[in-house]
Antibody, heavy 123, light 107 residues
Framework: EVQLLESGGGLVQPGGSLRLSCAAS????????MSWVRQAPGKGLEWVSV????????EYADSVKGRFTISRDHSNNTLFLQMNSLRAEDTAVYYC????????????????WGQGTTVTVSS | DIQMTQSPSSLSASVGDRVTITCRSS??????LNWYHHAPGKAPKFLIY???NLQSGVPSRFSGSGSGAEFTLTINSVQPEDLGTYFC?????????FGQGTKLEIK
């Protein structure tokens, strides 16, 4: 069974940093692209970032570009999101999601999601 | 960025009803449209890809249609477990934007 378990969320002050992790199991991790998606309180889903199965390609939403970095560790089957210069508007539940294939170009779908980890940016 | 607009933003249905949710994109996206269901307290669940293809294991009461810039999700015979929010998402080009969601309440 495919499982994704996020961790690393918490309360952080504006301008601070946080690193989210997503432990993956039940599939060959390096064969699939992975994404981060977030949901701010009372808002809809917002796609944040994606990384290819090989780790060689990454893309980011404009709202996080230059502040967030997505990466993956194939030896530990773990996806990361390094979040720097955090703002109040980054407050959200962050979900990791498995892609349906190794690349993330047109037709990309997120076929399995984790339960999410909550990030709160506040002083 | 491609803007995705869903309607209605919320609806209430009785068990057994048929409901339809519409999703429109700000530009043509061919059939690169996916649907997800987010039940309260649960992980989002992937339902439909490429506008009309049911993901394995998704009940056949769900169906999708459309192409270009207008799409629909239909639930035939709504069940209690269908409550929650439904999101469309375009996978035509990054950033892969979502609609704002349609919240389904069961009467």
């Amino acid at each position: 069974e495919v499982q994704l378990l996020e961790s690393g969320g918490g309360l952080v002050q504006p301008g601070g940093s946080l690193r989210l992790s997503c432990a993956a199991s039940g599939f060959t991790f390096s064969n699939f692209a992975m994404s981060w998606v977030r949901q701010a309180p009372g808002k809809g889903l917002e796609w944040v970032s994606v990384i290819s199965g090989s780790g060689g390609s990454r893309e980011y939403a404009d709202s996080v570009k230059g502040r967030f970095t997505i990466s993956r560790d194939h030896s530990n089957n773990t996806l990361f999101l390094q979040m720097n210069s955090l703002r109040a508007e980054d407050t959200a539940v962050y979900y990791c999601a498995k892609g349906s294939r190794g690349d993330f170009w047109s037709g990309y779908v997120m076929d399995v999601w984790g339960q999410g980890t909550t990030v709160t940016v506040s002083s | 960025d491609i803007q995705m607009t869903q309607s209605p933003s919320s609806l209430s249905a009785s068990v057994g009803d048929r409901v339809t949710i519409t999703c429109r994109s700000s530009q043509t996206i061919s059939s690169y449209l996916n649907w997800y269901h987010h039940a309260p307290g649960k992980a989002p669940k992937f339902l439909i890809y490429a506008a009309s293809n049911l993901q394995s294991g998704v009940p056949s009461r769900f169906s999708g249609s459309g192409s270009g810039a207008e799409f629909t999700l239909t639930i035939n015979s709504v069940q209690p477990e269908d409550l929650g929010t439904y999101f469309c998402q375009q996978s035509y080009i990054t950033p892969y934007t979502f609609g704002q969601g349609t919240k389904l309440e069961i009467k």
